[in-house]
């Protein structure tokens, strides 16, 4: 059966777990810290982090342990893990497809950014090893958490990021606010279904459909495996589900398809 699938004009990126392999960095460091006092991050807790801002998502790690001494406070946990995690940034890698794809969109001209929930120093130290290879080819079309764009509060599962960086960074004119907001006109929820949202992680896929935009949602196997406290999309259906990056096929969506004999 053939799905029918809007004409994409530009394409958006989260990044982590998305476009590198940093969910590892993550975890490695939060259950190194845990492991001095015998727990562990388990991939049903981490389920419920993903996508989260640093901070809730320490507290909301942390109320899962809760005879923890009370030196390990959520301030000097996100310390300890910003120091482990910065001597690891630099040896992350693009996920597969990643590259591939990046590069087949920047080559045919479709405007393309990242919009992510990290801190800007943590993606500097995130992508400068990889800027030949990836992060270089989004003319610093990036918008972070912490950049003052987006209103404090307001990151995902709110739409802001996405809307922002499709009208600051690519020029869309998609206005703010939720799709079904009667302060969205007409022509603004036009144009946001031109757009493709890439995302891992829950909150993001419900980002991208309360910013109005066509998501591929692209979840770590691990993640579809959990229940419990992992959130639940609920009404916000991704529009399409792949495995890996690899398995995206562009003209499904009415982008220039790959060439044939591209690996």
Same mark, same amino acid.
């Given at each position: 059966?053939?799905?029918?699938?809007?004409?994409?004009?530009?394409?958006?990126?989260?990044?982590?777990?998305?476009?590198?392999?940093?969910?590892?960095?993550?975890?490695?460091?939060?259950n190194t810290i845990l492991a001095k006092y015998g727990k562990e991050m388990t991939w049903?807790?981490?389920?419920?982090?993903?996508?989260?801002?640093?901070?809730?998502?320490?507290?909301?790690?942390?109320?899962?342990?809760?005879?923890?001494?009370?030196?390990?406070?959520?301030?000097?946990?996100?310390?300890?893990?910003?120091?482990?995690?910065?001597?690891?940034?630099?040896? @992350?890698?693009?996920?597969? $497809?990643? =590259? &591939?794809?990046? +590069?087949?969109?920047?080559?045919?001209?479709?405007?393309?950014?990242? /919009?992510?929930?990290?801190?800007?120093?943590?993606?500097?130290?995130?992508?400068?090893?990889?800027?030949?290879?990836?992060?270089?080819?989004?003319?610093?079309?990036? @918008?972070?958490?912490?950049? $003052?764009? =987006? &209103?404090?509060? +307001?990151?995902?599962?709110?739409?802001?990021?996405?809307?922002?960086? /499709?009208?600051?960074?690519?020029?869309?004119?998609?206005?703010?606010?939720?799709?079904?907001?009667?302060?969205?006109?007409?022509?603004?929820?036009?144009?946001?279904?031109?757009?493709?949202?890439?995302?891992?992680?829950?909150?993001?896929?419900?980002?991208?459909?309360?910013?109005?935009?066509?998501?591929?949602?692209?979840?770590?196997?691990?993640?579809?495996?959990?229940?419990?406290?992992?959130?639940?999309?609920?009404?916000?259906?991704?529009?399409?589900?792949?495995?890996?990056?690899?398995?995206?096929?562009?003209?499904?969506?009415?982008?220039?398809?790959?060439?044939?004999?591209?690996?």
């Amino acid at each position: 059966m053939t799905v029918s699938r809007p004409k994409i004009e530009y394409v958006l990126f989260d990044m982590d777990g998305l476009l590198i392999d940093s969910e590892r960095v993550y975890t490695d460091v939060t259950n190194t810290i845990l492991a001095k006092y015998g727990k562990e991050m388990t991939w049903d807790i981490k389920a419920g982090l993903m996508g989260k801002p640093e901070r809730d998502a320490a507290v909301h790690l942390l109320s899962f342990f809760p005879d923890l001494p009370p030196e390990l406070t959520v301030d000097t946990y996100i310390e300890q893990r910003r120091i482990g995690q910065d001597a690891l940034w630099p040896t @992350v890698q693009p996920l597969p $497809g990643a =590259v &591939r794809l990046v +590069r087949h969109l920047r080559a045919h001209n479709i405007p393309i950014a990242v /919009a992510t929930g990290s801190q800007r120093r943590n993606y500097v130290q995130k992508s400068a090893h990889l800027m030949d290879a990836l992060f270089g080819l989004f003319d610093g079309r990036v @918008v972070c958490a912490d950049d $003052g764009l =987006v &209103r404090p509060g +307001r990151g995902k599962p709110h739409p802001d990021v996405f809307l922002v960086t /499709a009208e600051k960074m690519l020029g869309r004119a998609v206005g703010l606010g939720e799709q079904e907001e009667a302060s969205v006109s007409e022509q603004e929820r036009a144009e946001r279904r031109k757009g493709l949202v890439f995302e891992d992680a829950i909150p993001g896929v419900q980002a991208g459909k309360r910013a109005g935009m066509n998501v591929v949602w692209v979840p770590d196997a691990n993640l579809l495996a959990v229940g419990g406290d992992a959130p639940k999309l609920e009404l916000d259906q991704p529009d399409q589900v792949i495995r890996s990056l690899e398995d995206f096929v562009p003209e499904e969506w009415g982008l220039p398809p790959y060439p044939k004999d591209a690996a």
